[in-house]
Structure formats: C-alpha cells, structure tokens
C-alpha cells in the first residue's frame, strides 16, 4: 500500500521534477538533453552475453566504481550497462569508457518506466553504489527474479533517521536486495534495524580503498607539481570537492595565510601557498571563479592550461582530473565538511600520501574519517581561522607534513581488500 502511495506521488510530482530539470539547464545545459532516456526510451540492447546493470549516481559512485568496473570488463562474457543519474556522472562514463560499456541515464522510479527499462536491457544482475535505494525497481528485479546487489553499502545515522520515518515503505524495500555488501558494522547494524534481513549481509570493507595511482598518472602529476610550484618554490594547498557556503570560508583562510606576519620564535613563510580551489559541482565554476577574482586574488583556471609564476589560485575547472590535482598537492583540505553535506572521499587525497583537513561534518565518511584521526592523519576545523592555522602549521613544519602524510597512506594500504570480497560475491550469482 505504501509503494502504491509513492508511485501515485511521484507520477503527480512528474511535471516538477521535469521542470527543476530545466531549472538546473540554465547553469548546467546538459540537464535539458536526453530527457527520453529517464523514461526508458532508448534502442533495446542486443547481447549474447551475460548483462549486468550497474547504477552509479553521479561522478563520486562511478570513480568509486571503476576498479571494479574494470575486473568485471576482464570476463569477454559479461556485457555492462551503466547508468547514471546527473550529466557529470554520464560525462564521466562516455569519457573513460567510451563504447566499451552500454550507458544510459537511470529510469525514474515508475513502474511502467522501470519495465520498459527491464525489457530493453534484460540484466542478468542489478548493481546499485551506495545507498541508491528505489523501491519501484528493486520491487520489479524482484518480480522478475533479478538479484538485486548493494554495493559498497553505507548508511550513516542522519540518513538512517530519514529512512525510519518511511518504515512502512522502507522496510518492504529491503526485502528486496539479495545481498547488501556493507562497508562496516555499524551501517550493517543500521540496515538490520530498518528491515534488512541479517542473513543477505555481508560486510566487506569500503572499495574505495582498492585505489591504485598507474605509473602514467604519477608522472603526470609531478609534471604538474613542478610547473604549478615553481620547481618546488611554493608549497601547494588543493581544497577539494567545496560546496556552497565553504568557498568563502577556504578564501578567508586563504587571505589569513597570505596576511600573515612573523611572530617571535615563528618562522617567516617567505612563498605564499598556491591554492588549487576545487568546487563539487560545475555548475558552480563560473561564480566560484568570480568569487576568487572579486576578493582580489589572481584567479587563473585549470582549463585554460596556461600558468602563470604570480597566481594564488588555480581553479580547478575540468571535470575527472581531481586526483591528478591530489597528486599536485602539498596539503589536502576535503570539502562538504565545512557545511553539513556530509563530507567527501579522503581516501583519494591519503592514496598520496597528503596530510588531511576537513570541516566537522563528515557524517557520509565517518569511520574513514575516524580511521584517519586515530592515525593522526587527518585534522577537524570548524572555520577560517582554525582551518587557516592548521594550513599554517603543516606549511611550516615538514615533519609534521611528511609525518601526518604517511600516516594517512598507511591507514588507505592497510584497508585495501573490499574489491575481491565485492567480485567474489559478484560472481557467484552469475554462475
């Protein structure tokens, strides 16, 4: 009764959903393209092979993702279909994958759209990252004996809170997913206490861990330190993944470290930093760079690919390059924490080897988070100035940048594994 409730609410909702689509066209035109896909119109995929569906929100699940996606594209009889919600996410399949997997946009969560879906694609599997849970397409992989697969599961308490109040349609929900593959116990237990049966868990790690930096992106990212830094000049400082509020937090730290005067027994910062400013969304490039412009600092954008020898700012402005720019950077601050957003990925940034600085909300992290503050790899800041003194301490003190650094690496090798435990299971329900 309750997915009844939902379906009829969300066909009602259909006419504000498609227009927020051409609200958000205006800063990101992508919005407005291929709109017939989210309805599930598209040419039927024709394969002899074993098809899996794998659906990765945006950007973050299919980086997440793509070690993975790139064990199951060793076996010649599995054929994948990617879906992906946002235009970033789906620029980010064409771009790597190209025509190597079959890629749409997700169908909405509607009956009749998610049968067209199903008809047009016959997945052997659905794979779904994170915490993507649809009640209407789990419910129809159920009907028609899909295995439906949570991968890399986490389920943090604000948004257990938010789930447990849709118990009625929640809990039906979970019934559905064959076997959920959780990153750690306490999410486990989480899911447990909304519906999940116990028995479809298994708690593998987080495979963002799995994360391997090729010899090529090494290379290309001490090319790009050395250029960015002056052959080694000026230390280099990357607030990555910035949403909206923190920009203006970042540049007044940022002004404090270039105001800042020697003290007795303090050490003189006789190069100021170079800040790679980073924000999550490009529709947001244009005014963040505006932003750095207006406070007066000398803005130059990744895009561009022209540096200057006097710039504060680089703008990091192009899409799929984040950890080139992690790979550039001296010091490491992780955005969407200085906000309540929850946090982003510190895995990418610790697989360097960079000493870590975030805001307090790092809920979507938490036990990475905690992974790197016991190792005394990462440290909390809750606004400009402390964050600005904290970038002051690491500039200033090599030891304890290299230190803290190492640490982090340490704890990203040392919870490596998920990704054959996930492939292991992957593989049992296509035999």
């Known amino acids: 009764m309750m997915r009844f409730l939902y379906t009829v609410v969300f066909y009602c909702l259909l006419p504000v959903i498609l227009l927020r689509l051409l609200w958000r066209s205006v800063s990101a035109p992508a919005y407005a393209r291929r709109w017939a896909e989210r309805f599930a119109f598209f040419p039927a995929l024709a394969t002899s092979k074993k098809i899996i569906w794998l659906h990765t929100v945006s950007v973050g699940e299919f980086l997440a993702a793509l070690p993975m996606i790139r064990r199951l594209q060793s076996n010649p009889a599995i054929q994948l279909v990617i879906t992906t919600t946002t235009p970033t996410g789906s620029e980010r399949v064409r771009s790597v994958l190209g025509d190597s997997v079959f890629h749409v946009y997700a169908p909405y969560d509607l009956p009749d759209v998610v049968a067209r879906f199903l008809c047009r694609i016959n997945p052997s599997v659905y794979l779904v990252m994170e915490t993507e849970l649809w009640p209407n397409t789990l419910a129809a992989c159920a009907k028609r004996n899909i295995p439906a697969l949570l991968i890399n599961g986490r389920l943090s308490a604000r948004s257990a809170r938010g789930y447990d109040r849709l118990s009625q349609l929640t809990a039906p929900m979970l019934q559905h997913i064959s076997t959920a593959l959780i990153q750690n116990h306490i999410d486990a237990q989480r899911f447990i206490e909304l519906g999940l ?6 708690v593998t790690g987080n495979i963002k861990f799995d994360l391997t930096l090729s010899d090529e992106l090494k290379n290309q990212a001490q090319l790009l330190k050395s250029s960015l830094s002056n052959n080694g000049q000026r230390l280099i400082w990357i607030a990555a993944s910035t949403h909206q509020g923190e920009d203006e937090i970042i540049l007044d730290a940022f ?28 529709e947001r490039f244009t005014r963040v760079g505006q932003l750095c412009t207006s406070r007066g600092f000398n803005t130059v954008r990744r895009s561009s690919g022209v540096f200057t020898a006097d710039m504060d700012i680089l703008l990091g402005d192009t899409m799929g390059e984040l950890l080139l720019l992690f790979g550039a950077s ?93 492939l292991a299971v992957i593989e049992r329900y296509l035999q």
Do not use: C, Y
């Not at 049966?197 to 298994?202: A, G, L, R």
């Not at 190792?375 to 003194?389: K, M, R, S, V, Y």
């Open 197 to 202: 049966p116990q028995s479809n868990i298994v």
């Open 330 to 422: 001296d010091i490491a601050f992780v955005g969407g924490s200085l906000v309540p957003n929850g946090g982003h990925n510190f895995i990418e940034p610790a697989a360097w080897g960079l000493p870590l600085l975030s805001g307090e909300h790092v809920f979507n992290f938490a036990e990475v988070s905690q992974l790197m503050i016991q190792a005394d790899a990462l440290q909390i800041t809750g606004n400009a100035n402390e964050l600005a003194h904290a970038v002051m301490a690491l500039m200033q003190d090599a030891a304890l940048r290299n230190n803290r650094g190492e640490n982090a690496l340490r704890v990203a090798q040392e919870n490596r594994g998920a990704l054959d435990k996930t």
């Open 255 to 282: 002004a404090q470290l270039r105001e800042h005067k020697a003290q007795s027994g303090e050490k003189t910062l006789l190069v100021p930093p170079l800040l790679i400013l980073v924000p999550r969304h490009p």
